[in-house]
């Protein structure tokens, strides 16, 4: 138990070691997989059930520790700090992928067209290319294909998070005003529209592939379409995840309206989540 001038210190745990080959087994067995190497897929699964084990292991410690009040003030404030710098982190993440696409649209599909100081550089290049977007560049890569507009399944799906952004927010000011009935329904909806958001995105991939030809082959279009929609997916899955932890946290009594950082982290990375896809609705699919 710490005080709340000292900072408390773990004690040794196993379960940095049993990450670490459980990464090894899981990234080993991939490149094994990539390679068709025999008994590749077992390996992974392997590995990823240790990764697994792992994570119910040290996070239910850390949970543990938190109910028991080993952690105080100091414990807080790097809590805070850690998750301030991985949502950062996260920024510059997408930062990078719009930033691809920002330098695609404005500069690389207009200079090879002819335009801006290298006017003469299509003939070189490819000559008779037109700069227009979408565009699956020189030679029509992967055939023909259809543009995912913004209406329909996307516009379903903004609605969706920007409605979940509301429940999370109403569950935390049920945690605050010590309601734990307006807390458990709204971390449950969160979670249920999570899901569904994901649910609807594999139908709109899915819808894209197999009617508009609209696939990861569909030149520079379709990979930044799909590169930007499928790692957003991937964190609006992890993200109702954590919420669904939280949520199971909360209907076994845990936090109170002083001490819930872990809900309040999750709420900070949902939020985020929320405000990236405005921005690939509005740069992907709309523009």
């Known amino acids: ?99 691809a696409l920002y330098y695609i649209r404005t500069f690389s599909v207009p200079w090879i067209g002819g335009e801006g100081s290298g006017a003469s550089t299509n003939e070189y290049i490819w000559d008779g290319f037109e700069a227009m977007w979408p565009t699956n560049g020189p030679a029509n890569v992967g055939g023909e294909y259809e543009k995912m507009g913004p209406w329909g399944l996307p516009a379903i799906n903004t609605l969706i998070l920007l409605t979940s952004g509301v429940t999370v927010t109403w569950a935390h000011w049920g945690l605050i005003a010590n309601k734990r009935k307006q807390l458990i329904i709204g971390l449950a909806l969160t979670v249920i529209l999570g899901f569904v958001f994901v649910a609807l995105q594999a139908l709109e991939y899915s819808h894209g592939y197999n009617d508009l030809n609209l696939t990861m082959a569909s030149g520079v279009y379709g990979s930044t379409f799909y590169m930007l929609t499928g790692f957003h997916g991937f964190h609006v899955s992890m993200g109702a995840i954590i919420l669904a932890v939280i949520l199971f946290r909360s209907m076994k009594g845990h936090f109170t309206p002083e001490n819930h950082f872990a809900f309040e982290a999750a709420a900070w990375y949902w939020h985020f989540v929320d405000v990236v896809w405005l921005g690939l609705f509005v740069f992907v699919y709309w523009l």
């Open 1 to 99: 138990m710490s005080s709340e001038n000292a900072y408390y210190v773990p004690h040794d745990a196993k379960w940095p070691i049993i990450g670490s080959i459980g990464l090894m087994l899981f990234f080993g067995g991939f490149a094994a997989e990539l390679n068709n190497a025999p008994s590749a897929s077992i390996i992974m699964t392997v590995g990823f059930l240790v990764l697994v084990y792992m994570m119910f292991g040290w996070f239910g410690e850390v949970i543990n520790e938190s109910e028991s009040g080993a952690y105080k003030s100091n414990e807080d404030a790097s809590f805070r700090g850690g998750m301030v710098w991985f949502i950062f982190s996260e920024v510059m993440f997408f930062a990078a992928f719009f930033g």
